[in-house]
């Protein structure tokens, strides 16, 4: 499946973002996505997933509470609502998919977008 992420941009902390990934395939129902980051300099991690079966979703501790992920079947998209941004959020932000899958381990995402900027100034 090929996946194209949009929404970043500069934004101010406390600030909101959307992010939105779409994917190209009809059968997106059935793919496990997730949301990554990876700051300069740093190693890509884990920012949420939500499940193919029943939509479960599961958050970073670091994000919780502030960002939330969501799917819209019937438009092969997944969004990443990111709310009160602070400046240690600032990272490339990358969508992936699992084919029925259930990890939140990057190495086990077979698809990944091209990843977009989200950058927080204090």
């Known amino acids: 499946v090929q996946l194209q992420a949009s929404g970043g941009g500069l934004v101010q902390a406390g600030d909101s973002l959307r992010l939105s990934c779409a994917a190209s395939r009809s059968t997106f129902s059935t793919y496990t996505m997730g949301w990554f980051r990876q700051a300069s300099g740093k190693e890509r991690e884990f920012v949420a997933i939500i499940r193919w079966s029943a939509g479960s979703t599961y958050y970073a501790d670091s994000v919780k509470g502030r960002f939330t992920i969501s799917r819209a079947n019937a438009k092969n998209t997944v969004y990443l609502q990111m709310n009160s941004l602070k400046p240690e959020d600032t990272a490339v932000y990358y969508c992936?998919?699992?084919?029925?899958?259930?990890?939140?381990?990057?190495?086990?995402?077979?698809?990944w977008g091209q990843g977009t900027q989200v950058t927080v100034s204090s």
């Open positions: 992936a998919a699992d084919r029925y899958g259930s990890s939140r381990n990057a190495a086990d995402f077979g698809s």
